[in-house]
């Protein structure tokens, strides 16, 4: 019998090509890491691995960050390539652009260099702004071109009306300025930001604003489907980190602006090549649906019992065992489970090739590193005396 095996029985290693076929790893796929205990490099075909959208989920400092930029490497090495969009709330994809070689390749927008046009923004003021229907019935009248939000107070300031509804609107516009966001145009355009083979990336770290945060994720999610959808812009990943602030679970719609598009993209984005990635470390605040929507999940050490449990609810294959292994994975090793696999399977993740951010630095290296600038200037202060 071939089960159990004898005492004595020799082990044979498996042969890596039937552990590939296994997994259902490819030549040609995103090389992202390392099967566990076997020299088999882990390399993800492409469609099966983002056409479905995918979620990466983790604790805090488990390498979810680490991962992506990984996949980044591999997305702009190909030789057919998507464009890559990623919302980046902390600034850490920004290294991209300070790496000689992958320079060439990324754009970086600071939320200081993005322009929004106010109108559509107007249109849903009602919501947003929480407006009476009588106040926004005056809001739709006043407005009859394209405006800046001072060019709009000053209509307001001029309208001849209730005061209380003046009020109103007033300080609703004063909110507008205060956002420092609006212009006339939309800047940059989406042609420049959803372009083959170039990493965008969009900095929101330059404000803790999670509104414009979320008016900025709104806006371009919105902008890359329908033109995808149009086809004026090529098949495109947009990477969302953070992704429990832009599509929480639950919460009004005014204070999850971006959910509602976010959602499309999930249910309807495989169509037309439109794919999510989205990256948190509170898997439990992250709206259940649209987690269900991404068929393929990558999951590094998790060990808050509710987090697993909410995932395992809407991804197979997270048997109570595997629950246990998720919560004892070390920095770096990944659980690959669903539409990329022919079945779940570890990973370790690759070295990056690209320049780490200084931002994913750990508390000693800076620690380390600002002992360096002290001694420095003492040194410098030495030699001037
Ligand atoms: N595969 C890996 N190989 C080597 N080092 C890694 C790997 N993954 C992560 N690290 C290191 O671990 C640290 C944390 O990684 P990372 O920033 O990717 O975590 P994270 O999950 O994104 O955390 P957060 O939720 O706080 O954003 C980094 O300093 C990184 O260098
Ligand atoms: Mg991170």
């Known amino acids: 019998s071939l089960f159990p095996p004898s005492p004595g029985e020799p082990v044979l290693e498996p042969d890596p090509e039937i552990l590939q076929?296994?997994?259902?790893?490819?030549?040609?796929?995103?090389?992202?890491?390392?099967?566990?205990?076997?020299?088999?490099?882990?390399?993800?075909?492409?469609?099966?691995?983002?056409?479905?959208?995918?979620a990466i989920l983790a604790l805090s400092g488990a390498g979810k960050s680490y991962l992506v930029s990984v996949l980044i490497e591999e997305l702009l090495e190909r030789r057919l390539k998507p464009a890559v969009i990623v919302i980046d709330p902390h600034g850490e994809y920004v290294s991209f652009s300070q790496d000689p070689n992958y320079a060439g390749k990324t754009r970086v927008w600071r939320i200081e260099d993005i322009k929004l046009k106010l109108n559509p923004i107007l249109k849903k003021a009602e919501m947003l702004f929480d407006l009476t229907p009588s106040q926004a019935r005056v809001l739709e009248k006043l407005v009859q071109k394209e405006l800046t939000p001072s060019e709009l107070l000053q209509l307001i300031e001029e309208w001849e009306g209730r005061q209380e509804t003046k009020d109103a609107l007033l300080g609703m516009a004063e909110r507008l300025i205060r956002l420092g966001i609006f212009g006339l145009r939309d800047q940059p355009e989406i042609r420049e930001i959803a372009r083959e083979g170039q990493l965008s990336v969009i900095d929101l770290s330059g404000t803790i604003d999670w509104f414009k945060k979320q008016l900025v994720v709104e806006h371009f999610a919105s902008k890359l489907f329908s033109a995808r959808r149009e086809g004026l812009i090529p098949p495109f990943l947009l990477v969302i980190e953070e992704a429990h602030q832009f599509v929480p679970e639950g919460t009004k719609r005014k204070e999850a602006l971006a959910k509602g598009i976010l959602q499309t993209i999930a249910r309807e984005g495989r169509k037309f090549s439109a794919s999510?990635?989205?990256?948190?470390?509170?898997?439990?605040?992250?709206?259940?649906?649209?987690?269900?929507?991404?068929?393929?999940?990558?999951?590094?050490?998790?060990?808050?019992?509710?987090?697993?449990?909410?995932?395992?609810?809407?991804?197979?294959?997270?048997?109570?065992?595997?629950?246990?292994?998720?919560?004892?994975?070390?920095?770096?090793?990944?659980?690959?489970i669903g539409e990329a696999v022919n079945q779940p399977v570890f990973i370790k993740v690759r070295k990056r090739k690209s320049r780490e951010s200084e931002k994913g630095r750990t508390l000693e290296e800076s620690l380390r590193e600002w002992e360096e600038r002290k001694r420095q200037k003492v040194e410098d202060a030495k030699a001037f005396m």
């Open 21 to 54: 076929k296994l997994f259902g790893f490819v030549q040609d796929g995103l090389w992202l890491g390392q099967l566990l205990h076997h020299p088999v490099e882990a390399r993800f075909n492409l469609t099966r691995l983002l056409q479905k959208h995918l």
């Open 276 to 336: 999510l990635c989205l990256v948190s470390q509170r898997p439990k605040r992250l709206d259940t649906t649209i987690l269900s929507q991404c068929n393929t999940n990558i999951i590094l050490r998790i060990t808050n019992p509710y987090d697993i449990k909410h995932i395992a609810e809407s991804a197979e294959g997270i048997t109570s065992d595997v629950q246990e292994q998720i919560a004892g994975l070390p920095v770096g090793h990944a659980l690959v």
